[in-house]
């Protein structure tokens, strides 16, 4: 089931509604319900993968909290591991590896034909394993009691608003959540409405708009040239954070409407200063769970500074191939931890200076650092990663024609490219106001006159911009 879609239009209001009118002794049971509903919407006979994850992390948890010697708890600890991350490589990476380790082979003259398997990638399985995972380890370390109720714990593993595609959330903070008694607060349930406003605006009035162009583009990179390709690596970076943003800020705000606040995801990264910021303010449940239990345990920065560098590296290599079975993706987050290592060595200091041109000059060096490497994101195959970066300038020695052959590939109406043009702008404005401040709370606390003339103006702008053909799949639902 789709955000996106008629069905969870008509979903939500149901559980919000039987959420707030039952007892609250019984709301884990009908949220567990509903989230075990809308994930089989996708495919029923993959909701035993939850459930099985769920049984071997709550079942683990239980054991290590009995038996306190650390050699027991240690193994139950990568038995868990072990039979978690078991069942994300057989689905997402079994053919990676195969296909790999047969295109290895050749390199030596050895044949050797891969052994793929005919497989779906289950929705959102990279989520929920590293959720559990990070509860597991989180009981191992003593940091957090065991859940003993299975229901509950169910209910934090499946979590509809953020099953799919997170954020990821540790238990510490959403298991006490479900389990605490919630009275109906308006303004939360307010808050939560207007997040997931803003939240459909990135995805429908930008994302989708985009994606129109540049699906086709990444579809087939070799039959494009020059500015064209230029265009669709810009585009594309503004579609997945408006597209990844969008979702997170979609699930945030809906799981507010049930009186749960689930973790920030998004700080207007592309506002940022250096790669490193960068990745403080992007998909922030992500790059704090590699920090937490790769980057942290691989010793982190308390070695010196060549090992630093490579803990730096093998947690982005990790954090690449979770994304996806592709080497692009490895080859991504590599250039992410390249550019950190290079930060360390070269721009040690953050700068003194928060303000005037040279802060312009570092976000716009960080935005187009981040536009080149999601050219490895989003091409499908490392061949078309080199085509794009080879031939994305070609004609530039002739500026005009250069700018005006790409600009008329775009095959756009002027009303499109207009409206994405201001929806952009919106997008920019609302995300510098968000570096110091709440934009949702700020526009809540004008004037009631000044406030609703800004809501109404803003529904008619989102209407204006809903595209003609049908809403697309989240693009982290791969994932």
Request: charged letters at 15%; aromatic letters at 18%.
């Amino acid at each position: 089931m789709l955000f996106n879609s008629f069905s969870y239009a008509v979903f939500l209001p149901i559980v919000f509604a039987l959420y707030w009118i039952i007892p609250h002794k019984f709301r884990w049971a009908l949220l567990l319900t509903a989230s075990y509903y809308f994930y089989m919407n996708w495919n029923p006979k993959y909701v035993g993968l939850i459930l099985f994850t769920t049984v071997i992390s709550y079942a683990s948890a239980i054991m290590m909290e009995k038996k306190p010697d650390r050699r027991y708890r240690k193994g139950i600890l990568i038995s868990a591991g072990v039979l978690c991350l078991g069942v994300l490589f057989f689905f997402k990476y079994f053919n990676f590896i195969s296909e790999s380790i047969a295109d290895t082979a050749g390199l030596f003259s050895l044949k050797m034909n891969p052994v793929t398997l005919d497989l779906l990638l289950p929705v959102g399985i990279s989520f929920y394993t590293f959720q559990t995972l990070s509860y597991v380890i989180d009981v191992y370390r003593g940091d957090i009691q065991a859940e003993h109720h299975f229901g509950k714990y169910a209910t934090f593993v499946s979590f509809f608003p953020q099953l799919v595609a997170g954020p990821i959330e540790r238990s510490g903070n959403l298991l006490p959540q479900i389990k605490a008694e919630h009275r109906f607060d308006d303004s939360l349930a307010s808050y939560g409405l207007k997040q997931m406003a803003w939240g459909f605006f990135k995805k429908i009035a930008i994302a989708d708009t985009i994606s129109k162009f540049n699906g086709v583009v990444f579809d087939q990179p070799h039959s494009y040239h020059g500015f064209t390709l230029v265009l669709a690596v810009l585009f594309f970076t503004i579609q997945i954070y408006c597209d990844f943003s969008g979702y997170s800020d979609i699930a945030i705000g809906t799981a507010k409407l049930m009186g749960i606040n689930l973790t920030t995801n998004f700080k207007s990264p592309y506002f940022s200063q250096s790669v490193k910021e960068f990745w403080s303010r992007w998909h922030i449940s992500l790059s704090t769970w590699f920090r937490d239990y790769v980057y942290i345990p691989l010793g982190g920065n308390r070695v010196g500074k060549v090992r630093h560098s490579v803990n730096l590296l093998i947690t982005f290599l990790t954090s690449g191939l979770w994304h996806g079975a592709n080497w692009t993706f490895v080859i991504w987050g590599g250039v992410h931890g390249a550019a950190q290592i290079l930060e360390n060595s070269f721009l040690s200091k953050k700068p003194t200076d928060d303000r005037g041109i040279r802060r312009v000059i570092r976000i716009a060096l960080v935005f187009c650092f981040c536009a080149f490497a999601w050219i490895f994101f989003a091409s499908r195959s490392v061949a078309d990663s080199f085509y794009i970066i080879r031939h994305m300038w070609d004609g530039i020695g002739h500026p005009l024609d250069y700018l005006r052959e790409g600009t008329l590939t775009l095959k756009t109406g002027k009303a499109t490219f207009l409206c994405l043009g201001g929806s952009l702008l919106l997008l920019a404005a609302y995300d510098y106001y968000a570096l110091k401040r709440d934009v949702i709370e700020a526009i809540s606390s004008k004037r009631t006159v000044i406030r609703w003339c800004i809501y109404v103006a803003f529904i008619i702008w989102l209407i204006l911009n809903i595209p003609t053909t049908n809403s697309t799949e989240f693009i982290y639902f791969q994932f």
